[in-house]
């Protein structure tokens, strides 16, 4: 190790920077975000230095650097553009024995600067000895990806449990199982979402129960609709955590790689006309799991609370007392209109959009037509491929005229999009010859027009016309 890390104490502590530019501001951004008392010493400041000399918020030497400023400094950054200046810097520290950096110079410097990711009172610093900083960087933003907001609240709050948790559990091994289903389980998530009420509620019970097993809780997430790149970091945290998943059809297999690798997969089905599961069924199997203290991911295509039944499931979850969270996704009608390149509103075209679902009823389909057949309007059709020529002679019949443009986007988002174009009176054939099938959404309106133009992830099979990009 050529360096060795340490978390420095600085309240109040004196501490020089050396330079009254913008990277000398970042450097006592830094320093006073770790209430430092800091004193710059420059014939110059930026503005916003300036205000801070103003509102006494760091103290300013008018002036040139020497040495004899050092005296009594903790720690020295020198931040100025002029190499000697640095060199100068770094040698009165060498001799006074205080540590200087000299920033993007670390053979001069006797400590470097890491990157780091705050989540206060959780700070991870990363180095690579100074040879590389961007690769630091490019680290920190990956965990800065994984690593939740509310992170930092979640190690204050644990800090405050500390002694009591170390009172109850005796045992070494029972206290770090506590501490890890507390750390992951429901109460962390309440200290996130900045609810400490219920999270202190839930910790004294938990302390005061002579049982320690888990509690269990039901996340019901949304996988988007299909492209593991449009997961969102909660989504894909929580399928890291999972013991269960529940998933069904619409869920594509590149998004299960991405469930933690020891939890349970359970298929619980649903083609349109043969639920390998029912509703009902699926509703009990979210509580008995819970209820066991599992950690249960039902995973939904798209967003779970567009046509994805996510209101039905969790109505059974509050009935039993389950805790669960719900998480959107990206709707498979967004996914689709970006992927085509089909925007869904447009000022020259459509100023509303309307999702609907094209499945049958009672063997009808039963839509508001005159809300659906507004002009300047899009209708996105869900579940409805297997219906389209009803859908289309209807939209006809209730005055919509024939020749509207109009899309069907197949597995939108993956790498099997297809998407057709056509228009109302043609699209139930063009579905047909082209072999479409189920996931595909129907996009009708003159915004399908823009598709020509504005397609830029898969190629556009357009009818009667064709396109080439
Ligand atoms: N909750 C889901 C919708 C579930 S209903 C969502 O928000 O997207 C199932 C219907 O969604 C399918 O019949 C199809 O119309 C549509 N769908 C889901 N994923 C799709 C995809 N990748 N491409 C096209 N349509 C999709």
Known sequence: MDYFPIFMKLRG??????GGGEVALRKVRLLRSAEAAVTVVAPELVAELRAMAGAGEIRHVDGRFSGE?????????????????????????????????????????SYITPA????????????TGGGVPVLARLLRARLESLIPAGFGRLAGFAARFRDRVKARFGDVEARRIFWESVLEGPVADAVMLGNDEAACAEMEKRLASADDKPTG???????????????????????????????????A???????????????????????ALPQEDINQLMVRLAQEGRRVVRLKGGDPFTFGRG????????????????????????????????????????????FVTGHRKDDSIDLDWP????????????????????????????????????AVVEWATTARQRTVTGT?????????????????????????????????????????VTIRN
Request: charged share 20%; hydrophobic share 45%; proline share 7%.
């Open 13 to 18: 502590e004196p501490c020089l920077v050396v």
């Open 253 to 275: 297999p590149e998004l299960l790689e991405l469930v933690r690798r020891d939890a349970e997969r359970i298929y619980v089905g649903k083609a349109r006309a043969n639920h």
């Open 69 to 109: 400023q050092l005296a009594g400094m903790r720690l020295v950054v020198a931040a100025t553009d002029d190499r000697r200046v640095n060199l100068a810097v770094a040698e009165a520290g060498r001799v006074q024995g205080i540590p200087v950096n000299v920033v993007d110079d670390p053979d001069i410097s």
């Open 311 to 354: 209101g039905e499931e969790i109505e059974t979850l509050a009935a039993h007392g389950i805790p669960f969270e719900v998480v959107p996704g990206i709707t498979s009608a967004s996914g689709a209109a970006a992927y085509a390149g089909i925007p869904l509103t447009h000022r020259d075209y459509a100023q509303s959009v309307v």
């Open 424 to 464: 109302l009176a043609s699209l139930p054939e063009v579905i047909a010859r082209h072999g479409v099938q189920s996931p595909a959404l129907i996009i009708i309106g003159e915004v399908v027009k823009l598709a020509e133009t504005l397609s830029w992830y898969r190629r556009i099979e357009s009818e009667p």
């Open 217 to 251: 809780a039901v996340y019901l997430v949304g996988a988007g609709p299909g492209n593991p790149d449009l997961l969102t970091f909660r989504a894909l945290r929580l399928m890291q955590q999972a013991d269960v998943v529940l998933y069904d059809k619409l869920v």
């Open 371 to 406: 809300a659906l057949t507004r002009p300047e309007q899009t209708v996105v059709v869900y579940m409805g491929v297997s219906t389209a020529r009803e859908l289309c002679d209807a939209f006809i019949a209730h005055g919509k005229p024939a020749e509207t443009p109009a």
């Open 116 to 127: 780091i990711v705050d989540r206060s009172p959780l700070v991870i610093a990363l180095s």
